[in-house]
């Protein structure tokens, strides 16, 4: 399965590094949320 999954991103590169930036930008809104919290 992991082969088939790294041919996949291999393909769709520009997609894979959409994904890792929403990911990235979810963690960060995250922080910028638990920082006003205090």
Do not use: C, E, H, W
């Amino acid at each position: 399965p992991n082969s088939f999954v790294l041919t996949i991103f291999g393909q769709n590169r520009s997609f894979y590094q959409f994904s890792a930036k929403f990911v990235r930008f979810k963690q960060i809104s995250a922080k910028i949320d638990r920082f006003k919290l205090f």
